[in-house]
């Protein structure tokens, strides 16, 4: 397969994945959203294992990596799903956190154009040492913002299903037709080496047949 075809596309198309899934998966560590983490750690390792897979021209590798595209646009969705409050899920949750902690996206304080205020709450008791923090002047909504990653995620995932389909059949095509010209037939070998042995039999019967022995004769 040549340099511009299904292969090397699917190579960029992991490349590409494996560096949106570092990036992402950088956001993800800095807001503690454990449940991203996990996905995304098992998403860089199988996104590997296709990138791995289609240089060296293994199908079966290709063949996870495309099992895995359709389970990450489903997390994907879910993910939209959460931040639009679709069927009852609610941003403001700790399901993504494990109810470990009630930490949101990073985004929610660090988007652009957002501003972080902290405001003392000395004046409710029992909340002295705490401080409420409020941010105003995003340009744009944090919720937003992780949507349109996964949306991303999505694109390249579907992208990278079709390729990894097209990519497996013709590895596939290729391997039936090196076997069907004898790549991997033993048979040649044996026919090779069963040559000097006919001759030898062929020799042999003329030798004792009885048209051998009136030639013999005739020499005599």
């Given at each position: 397969?040549?340099?511009?075809?299904?292969?090397?596309?699917?190579?960029?198309?992991?490349?590409?994945?494996?560096?949106?899934?570092?990036?992402?998966?950088?956001f993800?560590f800095?807001?503690?959203?454990?449940?991203?983490?996990?996905?995304?750690?098992?998403?860089?390792?199988?996104?590997?294992?296709?990138?791995?897979?289609?240089?060296?021209?293994?199908?079966?590798?290709?063949?996870?990596?495309?099992?895995w595209?359709?389970?990450?646009?489903?997390?994907?969705?879910?993910?939209?799903?959460?931040?639009?409050?679709?069927?009852?899920?609610?941003?403001?949750?700790?399901?993504?956190?494990?109810?470990?902690?009630?930490?949101?996206?990073?985004?929610?304080?660090?988007?652009?154009?957002c501003?972080?205020?902290?405001?003392?709450?000395?004046?409710?008791?029992?909340?002295?040492?705490?401080?409420?923090?409020?941010?105003?002047?995003?340009?744009?909504?944090?919720?937003?913002?992780?949507?349109?990653?996964?949306?991303?995620?999505?694109?390249?995932?579907l992208?990278g299903?079709?390729?990894?389909?097209?990519?497996?059949?013709?590895?596939?095509?290729?391997?039936?037709?090196?076997?069907?010209?004898?790549?991997f037939?033993?048979?040649?070998?044996?026919?090779v080496?069963?040559?000097?042995?006919?001759?030898?039999?062929?020799?042999?019967?003329?030798?004792?047949?009885?048209?051998?022995?009136?030639?013999?004769?005739?020499?005599?």
């Open positions: 397969m040549g340099c511009c075809t299904g292969r090397c596309t699917l190579i960029f198309l992991c490349t590409l994945q494996l560096l949106a899934a570092l990036e992402r998966q950088v993800d800095l807001g503690y959203q454990w449940a991203p983490i996990l996905a995304n750690f098992l998403h860089i390792i199988i996104v590997i294992l296709g990138l791995f897979g289609t240089i060296q021209y293994r199908p079966r590798y290709i063949v996870v990596y495309a099992i595209t359709a389970i990450w646009v489903t997390w994907n969705i879910f993910i939209i799903c959460f931040y639009l409050e679709v069927g009852g899920l609610s941003k403001d949750s700790e399901l993504l956190t494990f109810n470990i902690s009630r930490h949101q996206s990073w985004w929610s304080e660090n988007g652009p154009g501003v972080r205020k902290e405001a003392s709450m000395s004046g409710i008791a029992g909340l002295d040492s705490h401080s409420y923090v409020s941010v105003i002047g995003c340009a744009l909504e944090y919720r937003y913002i992780e949507v349109m990653h996964s949306s991303f995620q999505i694109l390249i995932a992208v299903f079709v390729y990894a389909c097209y990519v497996v059949s013709v590895f596939t095509e290729e391997e039936d037709s090196f076997d069907f010209i004898g790549g037939d033993p048979f040649p070998l044996y026919h080496n069963e040559k000097p042995t006919n001759l030898l039999f062929k020799q042999t019967y003329l030798l004792i047949s009885p048209a051998g022995f009136s030639g013999m004769e005739g020499m005599n």
